[in-house]
């Protein structure tokens, strides 16, 4: 049973940083998409960036490119989302989420679906103005 555990969420004002970090357990292979979402109060949920643990680069929807960066530590099962030059529209309930994958292009389908199997209980950011 794969479980996600998020942590590192925060309140910080517009211009700040925060690091998400998200613990994940009960998988040992590559074959596996790991990304991070985000739903703000009244919005659907929408895709932030994900990754492919079996190699390739990682994916970032338009509101993460050039100020979000996702990365993961395969020693330490931990997924992390470095989000720089936060806005008050990056606040969301954030949750880190895992699918079993075959390929890139798996998980970008997936990811475009919001489609993941595995679902962490979420961090929330907010950012203030």
């Known amino acids: 049973q794969v479980q996600l555990a998020e942590s590192g969420g925060g309140s910080v004002q517009a211009g700040g940083s925060l690091r998400l970090s998200c613990a994940a357990s009960?998988?040992?292979?590559?074959?596996?998409?790991m990304g991070w979402f985000r739903q703000a109060l009244g919005k659907e949920r929408e895709g932030v960036a994900y990754t492919y643990i079996g190699g390739g680069a990682p994916y970032y929807a338009d509101s993460a490119k050039g100020r979000f960066t996702i990365s993961q530590d395969n020693a330490k099962n931990t997924l992390y989302l470095q989000m720089y030059n936060l806005k008050p529209e990056d606040t969301a309930m954030y949750y880190c989420?895992?699918?079993?994958?075959?390929?890139?292009?798996?998980?970008?389908?997936?990811?475009?679906?919001?489609?993941?199997?595995?679902w962490g209980q979420g961090t929330q950011v907010t950012v203030s103005s």
């Open positions: 989420a895992a699918d079993h994958g075959t390929s890139g292009r798996y998980c970008y389908q997936k990811f475009r679906e919001t489609d993941f199997v595995y």
């Open positions: 009960g998988y040992t292979h590559s074959e596996f998409c």
